[in-house]
């Protein structure tokens, strides 16, 4: 997540009289605010899973790497691992963890919570290694790597049925957003595994107005915010606390290919959840909340287009005093503007990127693709938007030819934090120092 997806989802969300937003999102107002550097042991760019390492297990680690210190090991499984926040709890406290994300619980960041791998596409490992970490709450995508290869949709290779084991251990189950509510109602229920998507689940934008991407076929998806509310219910059946790791997933996923709407709706989910989180902390004031990214983006606000200005598309970018403000309609009670392709939107462009046509439309069927592969590999252009509008600009990429779309960036990630410990984030941070205060506040730093 990056500011200009904060600032993006604040518009769409709160809307703007003479220059003032109308509401603040649920991190803005946190009394505690850093600048977090991203930087892996190898490199200027993390991804995310060297980069989610990093405040799991307050150690630098390499691109791909999740949970180790890179050495010269052939093998994945070999390297030197360093212990992770929920190992540590499990280790030291009678604390429960939980994990939610909304992409494939295999992927770098709820991986990096409890496995140790030189490769983050080691996803049956890691799969394993969720089952193995005894976290009482495990809730997101990625069911494919949960069961049997002999299940239809499977992309494990071996025979295991990991949703048997958790029910073996006593874990309560769901698969729809019906059975989570269900499950995570029930007093008794204290354990909890929930997968609602094969994959990465689909994001808010699709979920509740566009019904586009993978929504008919996967119709009953529960929403982050009710996972988080699940999560929080579960885990605070133990008296002696809890840790949770809630990841909005889906913020990157859709700046990757620059659908900046889908990102902005995806980050007003993410305050949703935030939201509930402080409700949980409003009666538990022991309760320490931290919302950071663990990477930024490119993107950048330059002005409003206006459909309404003459000439070709890119005559349409209002800037300065020419832009004016968009006129998205208010937000209803989840608070999302229930349409987004309005005559006067938010000029949203990002900075690295793949050969594509801008469009300056929100692209209402279906997640962006900017860019196809050619006969001889490399990325191109995605034909289909100049099809479709035929003013459609082409912009030649400013990044390698094999890469499909936008890429992470170096700037600083914002972090917001409220609770006890949370005044030990101001200024500059490194990444490795959000997992210090973090042990410290659960009472793990050294004696
Ligand atoms: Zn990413």
């Known amino acids: 997540m990056t500011i200009a997806n904060r600032t993006a989802a604040r518009v769409l969300s709160k809307g703007i009289v003479e220059g003032k937003y109308q509401g603040r999102l649920a991190f803005d107002d946190m009394p505690s605010t850093a600048m977090i550097g991203t930087f892996g042991s190898d490199s200027l760019i993390t991804d995310s899973v060297n980069s989610m390492s990093a405040y799991t297990t307050g150690h630098k680690t390499a691109v791909n790497a999740m949970g180790l210190y890179v050495s010269r090991a052939t093998d994945n499984l070999s390297h030197p691992k360093v212990e992770t926040i929920a190992e540590l709890i499990k280790r ?20 990096a919570m409890v496995a140790h791998t030189r490769r983050r596409a080691d996803k049956q490992y890691i799969a394993d290694q969720l089952l193995a970490s005894g976290a009482e709450v495990i809730l997101g995508g990625g069911s494919a790597y949960f069961y049997p290869q002999s299940t239809k949709g499977s992309k494990r290779k071996d025979d295991q049925n990991l949703v048997d084991v958790f029910k073996a251990k006593g874990y309560q189950t769901a698969f729809t957003k019906q059975e989570l509510a269900t499950s995570s109602e029930n007093k008794n229920t204290t354990k909890l595994f929930g997968v609602f998507h094969p994959d990465n689940m689909d ?84 309760t ?21 200005r003459q000439g070709p598309l890119r005559e349409k970018v209002g800037v300065y005093a020419e832009a004016g403000y968009p006129n998205y309609p208010s937000a209803d009670m989840q608070g999302y503007p229930n349409k987004i392709d309005v005559s006067k939107r938010l000029a949203f462009f990002y900075g690295s990127y793949p050969d594509h046509y801008e469009t300056m439309h929100p692209k209402l069927d279906g997640t962006f693709v900017p860019a196809i592969k050619d006969e001889a ?62 042990v410290e506040s659960l009472g793990l730093g050294s004696k």
């Open 92 to 111: 030291n406290t009678k604390m429960s963890v939980g994990i939610v994300s909304d992409a494939e619980l295999q992927d770098a960041t709820p991986g």
């Open 377 to 438: 590999g490399q990325f191109i252009a995605n034909p289909k938007y100049v099809q479709l509008q035929e003013d459609a600009i082409h912009v030649g990429g400013n990044l390698p030819a094999n890469q499909e779309s936008g890429v992470h960036a170096a700037d600083d990630a914002l972090l917001n934090a409220q609770g006890p410990g949370s005044e030990k984030f101001k200024g500059f941070m490194d990444n490795t120092q959000v997992f210090k205060v973090m």
């Open 203 to 286: 994001g808010s934008l699709d979920r509740l107005y566009l019904k586009k991407n993978t929504v008919e076929q996967y119709p009953n998806q529960p929403d982050l915010t009710q996972m988080t509310q699940a999560a929080i219910d579960v885990l605070s059946r133990n008296s002696n606390g809890f840790f949770l790791m809630v990841e909005a997933a889906l913020i990157d996923k859709f700046n990757h290919p620059l659908d900046w709407e889908r990102a902005a709706f995806d980050t007003i989910m993410l305050s949703n959840a935030v939201d509930l989180a402080k409700n949980y902390a409003k009666n538990h004031p022991d």
């Open 288 to 308: 320490l909340i931290i919302v950071t990214p663990d990477h930024t983006h490119s993107g950048s606000i330059s002005g409003v287009v206006h459909d309404e």
